[in-house]
Each structure stands twice: as structure tokens, then as C-alpha cells.
């Protein structure tokens, strides 16, 4: 026990006696004096800080208002519901010559309610040393100062606002905005922390910003010398604004990006927008985390690829955090997704496949790979460069995949995620088009309002079904499809990202969005030597195989796409499985024969003769 808690339990010890006393009031007040002014004497002698002498300083508490805080203090430190109303009001009479009206006027660290007077959470917090306990929605933080990556022109701002001399009348805010994970409260931390105060922060969406919260919310400032800030998600959350106005001659709001702030009369608010990093930012902050753990990647990857991600600042600290934690575990950092928050009209696709996975032609899988080289470069050319600056519109890329169902157009995608090191998210089309005029485009702002804050890669899976060809206007519902086609055009366009279409149909887009189209890809039906590759691969190494099968037989044989050879595959397997033996030729073909006739194709001559030799 520190000497500063002794102190504290002799001054809580008479004002237990006060309150417990059964001598006249005037000698227990003399007496309580007595206690505390040596309490105060041994504290300025052995230096000892006494929280006591700080409060009664702050809040202003002279004579009879000094006991009461005395004595609520040791009633809240013993368990003990309060005061009673009753004996508070028989003492207030015997203190001051019979004034019992004083109970109308209590000072506002007192607190009343069902007969009974206690102290305020945060003066109690402060006597005792420790944060207070607060109402919901109203948290007392007490920053540290840490490093800062970007942001330098917000935090000079910010620290010039904290300069600026009081204003005589109403109230000014300086308000930090951005996207969620941009990191604004650890910003805003961070500039209390510059200026050695504790933060206040009130979230508006829990908050109840009555008389009684509004009052823990002054005493913490009074106390702590905290700077009181507003968190808010939403619009129309003015009210907690004016009630801060109105009683703090300076605040701190921090809000989302897509969030109007309300208009507060007589308090100017100084708004900064935060910006997500850029790459060699993102950099430096993935080799100030990893550390020498960036040796451990995979080959082919590195610092390079980590800082990929295109993520708010407080978004990708998670992300490498989460990247340490698993290469310190001993694995390749793979299962470490960076992922901000998203609507939920896109679907999370796992980015895990590779380029040695994807069977393609030469010509199209040297095209990926240029594509994927390209897409990693084009941030330095737009930061380093200057084409960011010199056309700030349109700098995206769009890319097409095209070709018959199954020959791996979803799966180029996920391989190209995986090699920028990004999220890749598949547009839900059930969530995007609406019967209801007005929403789909409402629906198609959404999702690339939210696509542009994770810096994702947006995959349009059966893209033909929303950029199918603009019609002739016969009727209200044809011109508003076509405007429909036309906003997701100009947004397509106006996306700084990439994003990916997919379709079985080419001939069902429409032509004036071909020309906005950055790169075609055909994905053509494979050859035999491509099926025999996918037959030789399609099998897990666990998967027993009869020594019969014959991969170049069956590509030879059989003209399949890659989703067809794999769902020949898993019925062969779950068809061995089901009779106890290794995976052979007649469970391959009865796989097949299931594959064709969902495909309405029939078998030559050939092909039947091939399967009557096993079936």
C-alpha cells in the first residue's frame, strides 16, 4: 500500500465519522478539519500527491461541501447505497443553523435518486485513483504517446487548433473524417496524447446525453483535464453536438466519411478528411511491423506483396498484425486476409488458388500474368509518375473473361487476387437489382462506394445479366433499364480499382461498354493436351487411384471443360468411397456419362465402345 492510500483511508475514516457521530455536529466538524489538515501537512512533507486536495481545488468545494464530499466518498468505498436524504438534511441543519432549504441547491458531483444522495462515478474515480465508471457510451481513455504513419498535415492542424485561445463566447470543433478503419480515433488519441490530456469520448450512438451524462461528461473534463470528443456513425445525431457545444468552450467529432455533419449555431467546425496510404507508406509500415519475419514468406513473396493490400491505415495495421502473428506461428502469412468492412451485397471469395493451378492455354495464362504485373505497378505510376494527377478520372481497369461455362474464368480470378495479394469480393446479384425504380442504382453506388474504401477486386460472376444491351425505348420500364445500364457503365469507369467480368454470353454485352473495357480475355474450351493436365491434377494426393486410370485416355475420349472434369472427378470419388474401393475407370466414366447427359451430348461410336469396356 502506497502512501498516498494511507492518506485516503484517514480522510475517508472522518468522514465515516462524521456521518456515524454521535456528538453534537459542530465537534464532529472541528474534529474532521483536524484529520484532514494533517492529512495535508504529511502530504506537502513527504511529498505525497492527495488526490483529495486536487478535487476540493477542481470542483470548488469549501466548508460543509467539503464534508459531504468526504462522507460520500467513504459511503461509496464501503459498499453503502448513500447518504440518506433525511440525515443529510438533519446534518445540513445542524451545520448551518437550521438552513435544511440547502438540499435544494446540492453541488452537481452529488448525485440523488430513491432517497438517497451518493457521489458522482467521476469524482469517485478520481479520489480513487483509477478511471471512473461512466455511463454507457461515455468512455475516459488515457492515451500513450505511439507512432503515427501519414496523416502529418491532420496533426499539425490539430495541434494549432489545441493552440488557439479560448473563445469568449459559444464554442469551436475540430473534426476528424474518413472511412472506418482509417484509424480516427487513434488519431485523435494520439494528439491527446501530444498534449499529455486524457480523451473523452462520447459514442452518440450509445450515449444518452441526458442531464445526468452531460454532467459526468463536465466533471470529467473539470477533473482530468480531459478534451471531450463526439463519435459519431450517422446522421442526425445533432443533439449530443449542441449539448457539447453548450457546455464545452472546445470539442472533438470524429465521423465517417459518408456522414453529414448538422449544423451547431455559434461553433465553427474545422473538418480534416484522412487519406488511405499510399504504397510506400504502406511499406514502410509493413517493415516496421514484420521486422526480420519478412524472411520467412514464401518465395515469390516479400514486403513487396504485403504492402499490396489497399487498405485504410488502421484496416492494414490489423492486417499486418495479424501477417506476424501468423509467420511467427511458422505458416506463409496465406491465411491472413486484410479485409475492411464491406456491404453486404458482396461476397467474401477466397483468394488461395495459384498460377499453377489454372490450366489454361499459354497465350491466356501469359496474359494473366502480364495483367498481374501491370495491376501491381499501376499505383507507383499513378503516385511516382504523375498520371494520378494528370487524369484523375477513369484510371481503373475493367477486365472481361469470356468463354463456355466451367474453363476456369471465377478461378483466373481468385489467382489473381492471390498473386496482388488482395481481397477479392463477388458482387451478389440477387442484392444488386431491384423491381423497385430508383434502387438498383442505389444498390450499384453502394457497392462501389464501399469497393473504393477496401480497395478490393470487384468480380461481376454472369456479368451479361446486369450489362445486357440497351434496348429501344417502347415503355417507362425499357428507359429505366437503360439508365440503369448507363449508371453502371459511369461507375465501372469512374472505379479506381480493378474489377473483373465474367460471362458465358459475349454477345449479350453491350457495345458502348466493350469500348470502356481495359482488357478482353477468352477462355477457350480446353484441348486434349489441356484435359489430359486437368485429369493428371484433378485428384488430391490422399485419393486412392486405381493404376488403370488413364488421364490421356480420358482427355483423348472425352471433350470437357475444367468444371466438368471435376465434377466427373468428385462423383468418381464419392462412388469408390461409397463401395470400399480405390477410385477406377468405371466410377471416372460414370462420372462422365453423368457430365453428358446434363450437357444433353450424346456419345460416338468410340466413346461407346469405351464405356462398354469398363461399365
Not at 484496416?315 to 506463409?332: I, M
Not at 509518375?385 to 494528370?390: A, L
Not at 464501399?450 to 417502347?474: H, M, Q, W
Not at 428507359?479 to 469507369?493: D, F, G, H, P, V
Request: hydrophobic share 40%; proline share 5%.
Amino acid at each position: 500500500m502506497n502512501y498516498t492510500e494511507v492518506l485516503n483511508r484517514r480522510i475517508r475514516k472522518a468522514g465515516m465519522d462524521f456521518v456515524r457521530g454521535r456528538s453534537d455536529a459542530l465537534l464532529r466538524k472541528d474534529a474532521f478539519f483536524g484529520v484532514l489538515s494533517e492529512a495535508r501537512e504529511e502530504a506537502a512533507q513527504t511529498g505525497t500527491f492527495l488526490p483529495w486536495t486536487e478535487a476540493v481545488e477542481l470542483l470548488g468545494a469549501e466548508g460543509t461541501e467539503r464534508i459531504l464530499l468526504c462522507a460520500l466518498w467513504a459511503l461509496k468505498a464501503s459498499g453503502e447505497a448513500g447518504l440518506e436524504l433525511a440525515v443529510l438534511r438533519s446534518l445540513l441543519a445542524e451545520l448551518e443553523e437550521g438552513n435544511a432549504g440547502s438540499i435544494d441547491s446540492l453541488p452537481p458531483w452529488v448525485l440523488a435518486d430513491a432517497g438517497y444522495v451518493r457521489l458522482s462515478p467521476a469524482v469517485y474515480g478520481w479520489l480513487e485513483g483509477r478511471a471512473p465508471d461512466l455511463p454507457e457510451g461515455l468512455e475516459l481513455l488515457f492515451p500513450s504517446v505511439k507512432k503515427v504513419y501519414g496523416q502529418e498535415e491532420v496533426r499539425k492542424d490539430a495541434e494549432a487548433f489545441f493552440a488557439l485561445p479560448d473563445m469568449e463566447e459559444g464554442s469551436r470543433a475540430f473534426c476528424i473524417s474518413g472511412v472506418k478503419g482509417s484509424g480516427r480515433q487513434y488519431l485523435m488519441e494520439q494528439v491527446c496524447a501530444a498534449e499529455q490530456l486524457p480523451l473523452l469520448l462520447a459514442d452518440a450512438d450509445v450515449f444518452r446525453c441526458g442531464p445526468r451524462g452531460l454532467n459526468e461528461a463536465v466533471l470529467c473534463v473539470r477533473l482530468y483535464g480531459a478534451f471531450p470528443c463526439v463519435k459519431m456513425e450517422k446522421e442526425g445525431q445533432e443533439r449530443i453536438l449542441q449539448n457539447f457545444a453548450s457546455c464545452f468552450g472546445a470539442f472533438g467529432i470524429l465521423k465517417d466519411q459518408g456522414t453529414e455533419l448538422g449544423g451547431v449555431p455559434g461553433c465553427p467546425v474545422i473538418v480534416r478528411e484522412l487519406s488511405a496510404p499510399d504504397r510506400r507508406l504502406r511499406k514502410q509500415m509493413a517493415e516496421d511491423v514484420l521486422g526480420d519475419l519478412a524472411g520467412r514468406f514464401p518465395a515469390g513473396q516479400g514486403i513487396d506483396h504485403a504492402a499490396r493490400q489497399q487498405l485504410p491505415t488502421g484496416a492494414y495495421l490489423r492486417y499486418l498484425e495479424s501477417l506476424r502473428a501468423e509467420l511467427e506461428l511458422g505458416g506463409t502469412g496465406r491465411t491472413a486476409q486484410g479485409k475492411a468492412s464491406v456491404s453486404p451485397r458482396l461476397n467474401l471469395l477466397a483468394a488461395n488458388r495459384t498460377f499453377e493451378e489454372l490450366i489454361l492455354p499459354p497465350a491466356q495464362k501469359g496474359l494473366l500474368k502480364k495483367l498481374c504485373a501491370m495491376i501491381a505497378a499501376r499505383e507507383d505510376v499513378m503516385e511516382q509518375w504523375g498520371f494520378g494527377e494528370k487524369f484523375s478520372y477513369g484510371n481503373g481497369l475493367s477486365l472481361l473473361f469470356y468463354g463456355a461455362p466451367g474453363t476456369g474464368k471465377t478461378m483466373a480470378a481468385q489467382v489473381m487476387a492471390n498473386e496482388l495479394g488482395t481481397p477479392l469480393y463477388r458482387v451478389d446479384l440477387s442484392q444488386l437489382i431491384s423491381k423497385y425504380i430508383g434502387e438498383t442504382q442505389k444498390n450499384i453506388g453502394r457497392i462501389f462506394d464501399e469497393a473504393d474504401r477496401c480497395g478490393c477486386i470487384l468480380l461481376f460472376d454472369e456479368a451479361d445479366a446486369i450489362f445486357a444491351k440497351r434496348s429501344d425505348v417502347s415503355d417507362a420500364q425499357d428507359r429505366y433499364s437503360n439508365a440503369e445500364t448507363a449508371y453502371l457503365l459511369q461507375r465501372i469507369e469512374q472505379y479506381g480499382g480493378v474489377s473483373i467480368l465474367a460471362t458465358n454470353l459475349l454477345q449479350n454485352f453491350d457495345d458502348a461498354f466493350r469500348r470502356r473495357i481495359s482488357y478482353m480475355v477468352h477462355f477457350p474450351l480446353p484441348d486434349a493436351e489441356l484435359r489430359t493436365q486437368l485429369w493428371e491434377g484433378i485428384f488430391p494426393e490422399h485419393t486412392p487411384v486405381s493404376p488403370e486410370v488413364d488421364c490421356r485416355m480420358l482427355a483423348q475420349a472425352f471433350e470437357l471443360s475444367g468444371a466438368s472434369v471435376k465434377n466427373a472427378a468428385m462423383h468418381a470419388a464419392l462412388l469408390a468411397m461409397a463401395e470400399g474401393a480405390p477410385v477406377g475407370m468405371r466410377h471416372i466414366l460414370d462420372g462422365v456419362q453423368n457430365e453428358y447427359g446434363k450437357q444433353g451430348k450424346s456419345f460416338s461410336p468410340s466413346q461407346k465402345e469405351l464405356m462398354d469396356a469398363f461399365l
